[in-house]
Structures are given as structure tokens and as C-alpha cells.
């Protein structure tokens, strides 16, 4: 098979190692802030994450590991919300991988559980609403649960900003606030994903190389790791300031900044992928380029 | 300044893209499993990880993901452990970031809950212990409370092996698992992880550059999301299998396989931090190198 460049990528690094090249750090000066990001700086802004047995635990950790961190800079409250109150499991309840397949019993994995906060019924207005991925949401659209995808439609007009990881944005899109947009999700899971019906019988334009996708007001990721990156992409652009750059470097996270690079959309095979480019990324701490 | 080669790398990927240069994949056969390998297949792995609270979020869920996604093929269980069984904070509880310094109240910050399974009294027999970091490491030691280094020191013969993310290296120092050992630990908390004590009187060789550092029988990773590289080396040393790739693509992250790239000790001034290397790293979907 002829589809990577990620070894040339890799030995051009070590190229680059061996000559020792050093350039400046250029300075990194923001652009004055806008006045919806001095208000939010200035306010106490609400952040809300579903969870439903079955949620995928880094679509939440991921993105949730910057807002705690960015936390320690800026007045957030956090709502972890889900149908009930109480402890929520990772591990993903019976289902089917697709429709006519075999029920798959998944009891025997590992099951770290997460503290629910508030329910679909108690949750605080939203500011911020996230929502993540994983076979979890299978199994609710097995049993025709739709209480996700009523809770977001009902919030989303009170929201200033609604983001997926993962296959999240499947239940973004049957929600219907994806009509007429552009998302993108999982990579392995393409067909479930560019399959979904929208509730409000819209139609949405799935891009299928994309690290995230952004609308004005809803943002999608790739799959569960590609949450990090998007969530880095939008605190930068939601609070113009450059303490995300601080603490990403605390974190010790080197994110993908160009939401082009996609190499998992080419591993999974996915029609219309973007095959011409190099599957690598070369990332360093942010602030540094 | 003069001391990134990013943008360099950066340029020369941009290149590769625009060259459109395409390579082979190898054929990624896997040696034969040794004994040990077979023998973890083939056996239920016990798991435990440590809570306390002010633990830092992805020092647990960047490998517990792993981890979770890895019981898809293998037979684990799963101890996550604390003092108390039930809900552990995530939110720090107050302390001094360093002696002398005033007490900090970190009660504003958001506060992910998760739920500890067993306590340090009832903890089954482990195969895997993980300790993360967090500053609530900081306020037990500010407490006296050296409940978690008690714990490890007490498990570790019966362990195959202990692993920490970021400083639950000073942690595993404390409790004098590491005498005489090499380690790492989180480059923005570099002073107080190498002044630390052992309770056994031994002394540490801190690595001042290293994503992760390998012993025998003790792993350790520098910060937060550098535990997620440790671990996918860690799985594919473990288990000796190519699943650990397959989950990796799915759960679509590019890890940094590379133990002495650590830009962070730069950013942090760690000194003896290795300065004449790129501090930018390509990477991309495992088994397409």
C-alpha cells in the first residue's frame, strides 16, 4: 500500500535533530480582546456535559481536563448532566454495532463511573453545552431513547456554543441543530454517522477529513482524542487570551492546530477522504512556532 | 529567543504535503508472544488506580481510556482506590503550592466526581497499579497523610508493575519505590519533584528529559498527557499484541512514541533539559510508519 508519508515526516525529523537548527521564538502578542470575550471573562460561565451509560471516558476527560485547568483562570460552573443524578458508567449497556447485527454484550469490560450532577430536568441555563461520543449512544437509539437529543434541542437556543466529540455529533445531528451545517465525527464509525436522520428531517454536510468542523455556533471533533484539540482551537478563540497556551504546555500537550489533518479519515477508509497529504503532524508546545 | 526548531518542522511538513510524497507501509508482524505475554492473554489482569482528591483528571482518564478500550480484548478488572469509597474530587483542596508559600482555596474551580471503587483496607490483589499526580498530592503531604505511599509501598511486591502519571512520581519517590531507581515526572513541578523525600532513605535518578522513563518493574511519565504515550508503549510491551494499534486508531490519537522527546523540560527550564533537539515531533496513525 502507497498512502503514508509519516516515515519521511519522521526522518526529516531526525534531520532536523541532527543539524541542531535553532530559530526565534517569535513574540506572541494576542489581538485585543473582543467584547464578548471581555464579557466572559468577566462572568461566571456555564458549562454543561452530558453523559449516558456507555459514554466514552476521554470524550469527556479530554475537552474537561482543559475547562478544569482553564478553571483555575476564569469563573466556570461545571453541570454533569444525565438522565439521573448519581454515578453514570463508562462501560457501554447491550447493544448492537448496526442495525440486524448481533446483540453485543460488553459486561465484562472495566467500568469507571462519573458522577452525574443534574438530570435533563434540573440542569442551569447553559452557556456552554458539551456533548460526547461513544456505543452508549447506540444503545439508546436501540431502546428509541431520545432524551439526549430532546434535551439539546430544547437548550440550544438559551446556548452560546454547542460542541461534540466523537460520535457525539450523531446525536447532535439527530437532534436537528446540525441541519444545514457542517460536522464531521468518529472516523470508524462513518456509516452510522453520514446514516442518521434528523428529527427535524434536515440534512447535514458531513466532511470526512476534518480534525474538527466549525460552525458559528456548534462545533464538532473526530473521533475521542481529536476533543482536546478542538477544545484548545475554542478556548483560544472564546477567551482571546493566552492562559490556554499556559496551561497546555502544563498539561504537557502538544495539540493538532490545523483542523484539516485527518489521517485516522484515511486509516478507516472514509469515501471522499483526503488521501494527498501527509498522514503525520509535527507538534510542539504551543506558543513556540 | 533561540531555541525552537517547530516551525522548521512545521515548514518541511508543508512541503511533504505539497509533494504529495507517498511510501510504503510495512508489514507490522509482531515478534511471538513470550511466556509472559501468553500467560497475561490468557489471565484476568487486575487493575487498580489510585484517587485522592485534587487528582488531575487525564493523569487517570488519558490511560485509563486506554486501558478501557484494551478490556475490549482482554480480561481486566478494575479498583479505582481511594481513602474513602464513593465520589472523589477532582477539584484540589486547599494547600501551599510550595512550603512558605500562603495557602491557596481552589474551592471556585469545577469539580468532576469520580467514583472510587475500594479503599486502600479492601483493595483486591493487583496485577497493575497507577498512581496519577494532582495537586492534592501537594495537600496530603502539607497533611502528613502518607496513606497513598503506605499503600504502594505495601503492594508492591505482590505488583507486576507500578506506574505514575506526572507527579504521582513524587508520590512513588515518597514512598520508596523508587530508591535507586530512574524517573520523571512533571517538568512544571521539576523542584519539588526532586527535593522530595523517600521514606526509606534512598535517592531517585531524576531524568530532566524524558516523556516517560522505563525500570523493570516501575514506569514513570513527565506530565498529564504524557501518560497516554506511556501507556501505548506500555500496552504494546505488556501484551506484546497489535490491538493496542487498532484501539489507538479508533480511539484516534497519534502518541509520541518516542521516550526522550520532551520539549516541556525546555519550556520549563528544567535544568540539564536536553536543548539541542527539535522541540517539535512528528506523529501520526500507529502502524503506518
Known amino acids: ?46 458549562v454543561g456535559y452530558i453523559l449516558f451509560p456507555g459514554f466514552e471516558p476521554l470524550d469527556v476527560f479530554g475537552p474537561l481536563e482543559i475547562l478544569f485547568s482553564m478553571s483555575f483562570y476564569y469563573n466556570m460552573s461545571l453541570a454533569l448532566i444525565a438522565k ?5 458508567d463508562a462501560r457501554p449497556p447491550p447493544h448492537q454495532m448496526a442495525a440486524g447485527a448481533p446483540p453485543m454484550d460488553l459486561s465484562y469490560m472495566i467500568n469507571p463511573q462519573v ?8 440542569a442551569p441555563k447553559l452557556d456552554l453545552l458539551l456533548v460526547p461520543g461513544g456505543t452508549g449512544n447506540l444503545a439508546l437509539a436501540q431502546h428509541n431513547d431520545t432524551s439526549v437529543e430532546r434535551f439539546i434541542a430544547s437548550r440550544f437556543n438559551e446556548t452560546e456554543y454547542v460542541l461534540s466529540v466523537c460520535t457525539g455529533a450523531v446525536t447532535l445531528a439527530r437532534s436537528g441543530i446540525l441541519d444545514g451545517l457542517r460536522a464531521t465525527s468518529n472516523k470508524g464509525a462513518w456509516v452510522e454517522t453520514t446514516t442518521v436522520k434528523s428529527m427535524t428531517g434536515g440534512t447535514v454536510t458531513w466532511v470526512p477529513s476534518a480534525r474538527w468542523v466549525e460552525n458559528p455556533k456548534v462545533w464538532t471533533s473526530s473521533g475521542v482524542a481529536a476533543g482536546m484539540d478542538m477544545m484548545y482551537a475554542f478556548m483560544k478563540m472564546y477567551y482571546g ?21 485527518d489521517p485516522f479519515s484515511v486509516v478507516h477508509n472514509v469515501p471522499g477522504a483526503n488521501k494527498t497529504r501527509s498522514l503525520a ?9
Open 281 to 289: 503532524d509535527c507538534v510542539g508546545p504551543v506558543g513556540y512556532d
Open 84 to 88: 439521573e443524578a448519581g454515578p453514570v
Open 1 to 46: 500500500m502507497t498512502r503514508s508519508t509519516l516515515s519521511w515526516a519522521k526522518t526529516l525529523g531526525a534531520m532536523l535533530m541532527a543539524a541542531q537548527l535553532v530559530v526565534s521564538q517569535t513574540a506572541n502578542t494576542p489581538p485585543p480582546l473582543t467584547d464578548a470575550q471581555k464579557a466572559r471573562v468577566n462572568r461566571t460561565v456555564s
Open 241 to 261: 487570551e493566552t492562559n490556554v497556551d499556559t496551561l497546555m504546555n502544563n498539561i504537557e500537550y502538544a495539540p493538532h492546530t490545523d483542523a484539516s489533518w
Open 115 to 122: 458522577v452525574a450532577t443534574h438530570t435533563f430536568e434540573n
